[in-house]
């Protein structure tokens, strides 16, 4: 089955603690990109990546990194969670940029 | 002007009910444009792609108008299932990594 997965779906964690929210498709899809998505903010993106080795900041990517070793996988990582960065967030996937995105399930993340 | 607008809703009709949405959009050389459909808590899932000459899907019309730079969806024959908020999406002008999101439009159908 074709589809995008993103773990883990929910996380709760302290400030200051460092971790991964993994992103996978099997569609051997090019693009992939992360989105966070707020209450009257709608979906935002914070990185997207183009193809391997290949990444690039979208409209709020302060406080996130991401890597694209593989073309399958897309790893959103936070240094230092902060507060603000408690939101749901979804990893997407198209064949290009401009193609119909999939989106993953979703993680929704609290940072105390 | 916002890149992609559109209005929140929420917007409460009965079954069976006709209803339509708009959304406007900034740049004017955007290419693609498409309805999303979110669930209360769940991933965007892609209603349906918008052509420069209109298309159908069932109960479900796009409509795009490049002179006005905005898209239009129409329901027919509203069903309780389509209650959800529906994103208009179009991509950015000169970006090949960048769709833009609307905010979104809140439907709930009412029985």
């Known amino acids: 089955e074709a589809q995008v997965t993103q773990n883990p779906r929910y996380l709760i964690t302290v400030t200051g603690k460092k971790l991964t929210v993994t992103c996978s498709q099997n569609m051997n899809h090019e693009y992939m990109s992360w989105y966070r998505q707020d209450p009257g903010l709608g979906l935002r993106q914070i990185y997207y990546?183009?193809?391997?080795?290949?990444?690039d900041k979208g409209d709020v990517p302060e406080g996130y990194k991401v890597s694209r070793k593989e073309k399958r996988n897309f790893p959103l990582i936070l240094e230092s969670p902060s507060p603000n960065q408690t939101s749901l967030y979804f990893c997407?996937?198209?064949?290009?940029?401009?193609?119909?995105?999939?989106f993953g399930a979703g993680t929704r993340l609290s940072v105390l | 002007r916002k890149e992609v607008e559109q209005d929140p809703g929420p917007f409460n009709v009965p079954e069976g009910a006709t209803v339509a949405f708009n959304c406007t959009y900034s740049?004017?050389?955007?290419?693609?444009f498409f309805w999303y459909r979110q669930d209360c808590r769940k991933e965007p899932k892609l209603l349906m792609s918008?052509?420069?000459s209109g298309n159908e899907d069932g109960r479900f019309t796009a409509q795009l108008n490049r002179a006005s730079q905005y898209i239009s969806l129409l329901i027919r024959d509203s069903k309780l299932s389509d209650s959800a908020t529906y994103l208009c999406?179009?991509?950015?002008?000169?970006?090949?990594?960048?769709?833009?999101f609307g905010k979104g439009t809140k439907l709930s159908v009412k029985p």
């Open positions: 990546s183009m193809n391997v080795e290949v990444t």
């Open positions: 999406v179009v991509n950015r002008r000169g970006s090949q990594g960048n769709l833009i």
């Open positions: 918008v052509y420069s």
């Open positions: 740049n004017s050389a955007s290419q693609s």
């Open positions: 997407a996937s198209s064949l290009a940029g401009v193609n119909i995105q999939y």
